[in-house]
């Protein structure tokens, strides 16, 4: 099964976006329990009673998001990321199981690649407006300085419903070549690629899909951008 999971991605990404190396060179991987005072996600438990009937739920606060659909007008290229995604490689080599894996985990049975996703820019909102936040990921990720007057409000709406409801803010914003200040790639420990994707690899992507290669944002993104603007 995993070995159907990498090559299906594999084919995917190789049609799609041009690497010929790993993104990453992780060497060892293994997991702990979560330290009661994590920096990234907050679980509690929520209890209520709803028509008489006293019931508890299970959340995960994470912080609210801002994501950008980015199109370079100059090269008629959607801007997307590729990155690992430990929640996403947990996710594949644990299946249903809620057991945390023990020891160190095999990494020639589960390769990190098969968590590598396609992704539009993505970040956590801060204590500044949607817009600035936006703007300094564009920076960050793609190289790209953009005035936060050219970002473009598409949807609010909130995600993972069942367990974290975190508030996303979607914007769409055009770039040129001439906006290109650096080459991107991410700050501080991050390891990420910039990728071009043309408006026929976006309708491949979005008539096929993938198994790994990016979460439901992905799809949302490049769903609204090909019905509303290619």
Request: proline fraction near 5%; aromatic fraction near 10%; charged fraction near 25%.
């Amino acid at each position: 099964m995993f070995k159907y999971l990498i090559a299906r991605a594999s084919r995917h990404l190789s049609k799609n976006v041009c690497h010929s190396a790993p993104l990453s060179d992780i060497t060892k991987v293994w997991f702990t329990p979560l330290p009661k005072n994590a920096k990234w996600v907050a679980p509690l438990q929520m209890h209520y009673i709803e028509n008489g009937m006293k019931k508890d739920r299970d959340i995960v606060k994470i912080f609210n998001g801002v994501m950008v659909v980015l199109f370079n007008v100059s090269r008629q290229k959607l801007i997307y990321v590729r990155q690992f995604r430990p929640a996403v490689y947990h996710g594949i080599i644990t299946g249903e199981s809620f057991e945390m894996p023990k020891g160190c985990i095999d990494l020639v049975k589960y390769p990190p690649e098969i968590a590598v996703t396609l992704e539009p820019q993505h970040t956590k909102q801060d204590n500044k407006s949607p817009q600035e936040s936006a703007r300094d990921e564009i920076l960050e990720e793609c190289g790209y300085d953009v005035p936060t007057k050219s970002l473009q409000l598409i949807y609010k709406y909130r995600s993972g419903v069942g367990a974290s409801s975190a508030a996303q803010t979607l914007f769409y914003c055009e770039v040129c070549d001439e906006q290109k200040v650096n080459a991107g790639g991410g700050v501080h420990d991050e390891v990420i690629e910039v990728v071009d994707l043309s408006i026929e690899e976006a309708k491949e992507y979005v008539k096929t899909g993938a198994t790994v290669s990016g979460g439901p944002s992905t799809l949302l993104a490049t769903l609204w951008f090909l019905s509303n603007k290619a």
